[in-house]
């Protein structure tokens, strides 16, 4: 019998009804969109709404909510620059109470050839020509109207006579990470003004940062795939923490990828790492890069959430993060790096060109609540996995035909379109396994994977269906081991 839902089963006059309803077509569309958050602060002057969520159309759009120059504008370039189609969200978060970083550049001078002055700020070139006998008042005063002229730069320039005081557009420590620096660029050097001397003392002063909670626990049901904090501090990261527990729960099932960065040298980032241990933690080291922590991590996150948007569950490998320029210390040797990995860091790779691409991004989680070595999350690509099989899951079960159903035993013989069986529901997810996880290299050992999916209604519920999808990940290829075994003469017996 033809169940209908909206032809009376009682009409007795002539009519022809023809009634529509959409069925599942393929099960392979069910693929997660991605979507990054920013964490960062504004300018003072702008009103966002503190801790909400907000979708960012460019850049641009970031720098009129949020200040040219702020933390947030910063930030959204960098994700921008490697996104592509992801969105973009940011959460602005108001200054703490306390105080903003800065520096006081001192200019001196004997006697002054013309030149250009390279001064990197952050990572972004400032360039200020010099004349010939130009007195350090002088040069002082033309660095500053160079600083300030370059709105996009994290500090404004102020001072009198021979000094330069750079002061961070916000509040907090993550301004004392904010590097000046000259002459980056090969030939750069050369190019200086004979006869002036810089002394750039170290961004500082900054303190209290924002507490992440409010905006955290603001997420809600919306899937953020990529969170980006600028905070690698012990409080933030332990909010960070908290809310991936939260949103890894079965009623919640929105877990993200947290992304950091450090641009501390090896051993230090070593002790960053070990002392976390949590699958929301993935901190991606640019050692002595001129830029910003928060900026590198953005970068990151945007090539990052592009390739988890084409191919989930892909390592991160050989994606070059856009716009950040490479340190000037060698790169680490294979030893320091698989230090590194053992300790739950990610590794970079330093190119020739000064860019930076990602080697390996992996979470800080090394062991179990019993202390035991566990690396079930211990890559971050995993993450990006187990999104994709929670989304689609939850896609598949929350449309038609479990939507409106009644459940009836295998054994049942019903015609009712809305009558759902175990063997049903188990149907779906083979479906499901063929038609996406498989098709995406999301899982292997399908046939294993298929012949151990249980789906049965509960004991105790009987408006309850439990499934169990006993799933194998594919792991990211990490390590090629080949062995060339070499002789001048044949083996004996040959």
């Known amino acids: 019998m033809i169940g209908f839902d909206y032809v009376p089963a009682n009409a007795k006059a002539s009519a022809v009804f023809v009634e529509q309803k959409a069925v599942r077509g393929s099960l392979g569309t069910l693929l997660i969109p991605h979507k990054i958050a920013l964490l960062g602060q504004y300018n003072t002057g702008k009103t966002p709404t503190d801790n909400v969520a907000q979708l960012l159309t460019d850049p641009d759009d970031a720098a009129t909510r949020y200040g040219l120059g702020s933390m947030l504008h910063i930030m959204a370039k960098a994700a921008f620059a490697g996104a592509g189609i992801v969105p973009v969200y940011a959460i602005p978060l108001a200054d703490g109470a306390g105080v903003a970083a800065s520096s006081d550049i001192t200019v001196g001078v004997a006697t002054v050839t013309t030149g ?3 001064l990197y700020i ?5 360039s200020i020509a010099v004349n010939a006998g130009q007195t350090a008042d002088e040069i002082a005063t033309a660095i500053r109207a160079a600083v300030n002229a370059d709105t996009h730069l994290p500090v404004a320039a102020t001072g009198a006579t021979s000094h330069v005081i750079l002061t961070c557009r916000w509040k907090g420590t993550t301004g004392n990470g904010i590097r000046i620096q000259q002459d980056l660029a090969d030939g750069e050097s050369l190019q200086e003004p004979g006869g002036v001397t810089l002394t750039i ?8 940062d924002p507490t992440l909670t409010t905006a955290l626990a603001n997420l809600g049901d919306a899937w953020y795939t990529e969170i980006v904090s600028p905070y690698v501090d012990a409080t933030s990261l332990t909010a960070i923490d908290a809310a991936w527990t939260a949103r ?7 877990p993200f990828a947290g992304i950091m960065a450090s641009i501390l040298g090896q051993g230090d980032f070593i002790t960053l790492v070990s002392a976390r241990n949590s699958p929301s933690t993935t ?3 640019v050692q002595d890069s001129p830029h910003a922590p928060y900026e590198i991590a953005a970068a990151a996150a945007g090539v990052v959430a592009a390739r988890a948007t084409a191919t989930p569950g892909r390592p991160y490998r050989g994606l070059t993060v856009p716009g950040i320029r490479r340190g000037s210390t060698p790169p680490w040797t294979y030893a320091q790096r698989d230090a590194v990995i053992a300790a739950g860091g990610s590794t970079t790779m330093p190119q020739t060109d000064s860019t930076v691409k990602i080697e390996d991004l992996a979470t800080t989680y090394k062991t179990n609540s019993q202390g035991g070595a566990d690396d079930s999350w211990r890559w971050t690509e995993t993450i990006a996995n187990i999104q994709e099989k929670i989304y689609s899951c939850e896609q598949l079960f929350s449309g038609s035909p479990f939507d409106a159903a009644v459940i009836v035993d295998d054994a049942s013989v019903t015609a009712q379109p809305y009558a759902v069986r175990p063997k049903t529901a188990k149907a779906f997810v083979i479906r499901l396994i063929d038609e996406l996880w498989v098709p995406c290299a999301l899982t292997k050992e399908r046939d294993a994977v298929v ?3 249980i789906a049965e209604i509960n004991g105790s519920n009987p408006g309850r269906l439990d499934i169990l999808i006993p799933d194998v990940l594919a792991a990211g290829l990490k390590i090629i081991a080949g062995r ?3 002789s001048f003469y044949a083996p004996v017996g040959a």
């Open 484 to 486: 060339i075994q070499w």
């Open 116 to 118: 250009t002055i390279s």
């Open 201 to 208: 003392p170290m961004m500082s002063g900054g303190t209290v």
């Open 122 to 126: 952050g990572g972004r070139r400032v």
């Open 283 to 285: 901190i991606v080291p």
């Open 248 to 254: 890894i729960n079965p009623g919640v099932k929105r």
């Open 451 to 453: 012949a151990g999916i």
